[in-house]
């Protein structure tokens, strides 16, 4: 009987410590060739009919986004390759935001990262399909580095808007995202009252 625990026992501590093993180790899919032909692509309104679908379409564009980001900060060396990439980073941004790119190279370069992992995405409820309206939704960064270990964690949150392109007999739709913060930063981002006289 005492062997019998004391068995039960060493399985769980091997099952516990595999288990937290993969959790700080990258374990998805990262292919350059893949990654370097991502592209802020118009979606079609058929594919956005419930807040489901938006939800997937948001995190693939978020994943997009890091991916194509990690890939830019991790080859600093390889100008040419920046020079592509730099442009579809900055097509998941409107036309006029020059800054927002820039803090999210920022922020893997100063960690070093070379593969992401976005995750646990919570979409606002008071949110609607409608477009050219801000919507926000909450997820989780994971940061490796170059030998797939686990950097950082964090949570964020990201404010988008859906820009309606107007096609020939169809609507679509394309992702733009205005911001991308931490949520400390968003829950310190308050205008203090004014005292009226």
Known sequence: ??????????????FVIWSCKNETT????????????YRNHSTPVSK???????????????????ELS??????????????????????YFLE????????????????????????????????????DSLKIVQFDVKFFSKDKKLIDSKPKTATYILKKEPKQFKHEFIFY???LNDIQEVANDTISSGVAE
Do not use: W
């Open 1 to 14: 009987m005492k062997i019998k625990s004391f068995i039960q026992l060493v399985l769980g501590f091997v």
């Open 26 to 37: 990258f374990q998805g899919k990262h292919d350059p060739d893949v990654i370097k032909t």
């Open 48 to 66: 956005m009919d419930s807040i489901a679908s938006i939800n997937f379409i948001t995190k693939q564009k978020l994943t997009e986004l890091y």
């Open 70 to 91: 990690s890939l830019y900060s991790s080859n600093s060396e390889d100008s040419i390759l920046q020079e592509i990439l730099f442009p579809q980073i900055k097509s």
């Open 96 to 131: 006029n935001d020059s800054i927002t790119p820039f803090q999210i190279l920022n922020e893997l370069d100063s960690l070093a990262v070379y593969y992401v992992e976005v995750g646990d995405l919570k979409l606002s409820e008071k949110d609607s399909i409608r477009p």
């Open 177 to 179: 995202f205005s911001e």
